[in-house]
């Protein structure tokens, strides 16, 4: 089975800053990646696919980026609607989410 | 519109079964998957299995044993069952439409809470 190691777990900052979580696969998944945002009491959104690829309706200010074992979700100039919880997940062998990263505001 | 509800007991007894529903709409089974997912409370999230659009399941290898999924077509839903429920299989469970083999999950439901308790 494929694991996924999302990191950090939790993350605070300030309005207006940017913030860079990151997951590893235990081998390569071909950017079979997705990222989703999940807010208390909701189901999870998809956010980004195909690791880069930016879903319907999802700001800008979202990107993703890596290839191989190694992503990234990136939040450009934070906005107090971002304070959720963001999983990563790969689809390139069923399916596997890491852990979860907790972004509250500073 | 796709819309996906997941209907159940709230409550099952340990050592029970749960039998959960996942209702579609604006979407086809014979050609979309649906996958169940659980998240235990303030924990993340866990892939428990899917059903493909030609029938055919696969299951996460650690529950794979206790997990059943199944679908009426012609009332546009997809069922779950798991037998020798544990305290540790309390959590939210989703249905999750994938369009195809190889995409995101882009559709979800909002979920519904099971607490495994006596």
């Known amino acids: 089975d494929i694991q996924m190691t999302q990191s950090p777990a939790s993350l605070s900052a300030s309005l ?3 913030v860079t979580i990151e997951c590893r696969a235990s081998e390569d998944i071909y950017s079979n990646l997705a990222w989703y945002q999940q807010k208390p009491g909701n189901s999870p959104q998809l956010l980004i696919y195909d690791a880069n690829s930016l879903a319907d309706g999802v700001p800008s200010r979202f990107s993703g980026s890596g ?4 992503y990234s979700l990136k939040i450009n100039s934070l906005q107090s609607e971002d304070v959720a919880s963001y999983f990563c997940q790969q689809y390139n062998n069923y399916d596997t989410f890491g852990a979860g990263t907790k972004l509250e505001l500073k | 519109q796709v819309q996906l509800k997941e209907s159940g007991p709230g409550l099952v007894q340990p050592s029970q079964t749960l039998s959960l529903t996942c209702t579609v709409s604006g979407l086809s089974l014979t050609s979309n998957s ?5 998240q235990p409370p303030g924990k993340g999230l866990e892939w428990m299995g899917v059903i493909w659009s030609n029938g055919g399941t696969d299951y996460n290898s650690a ?3 206790r ?7 012609s ?6 069952k798991m037998n020798s429920l544990q305290t540790e299989d309390t959590a939210m469970y989703f249905c999750a439409r994938r369009r ?3 995409y995101p999950f882009d559709y979800w439901g909002q979920g519904v809470m099971v607490t495994v308790s006596s």
């Open chain 2, 75 to 80: 009332k546009s839903q997809v069922f779950l």
């Open chain 2, 34 to 38: 649906v996958s169940w997912i659980r």
């Open chain 2, 100 to 102: 195809l083999p190889g």
């Open chain 1, 67 to 70: 290839s191989g074992t190694q």
């Open chain 2, 67 to 73: 997990l059943s999924i199944s679908r009426d077509t």
């Open chain 1, 16 to 18: 207006g800053e940017t």
């Open chain 2, 63 to 65: 529950i794979k044993s």
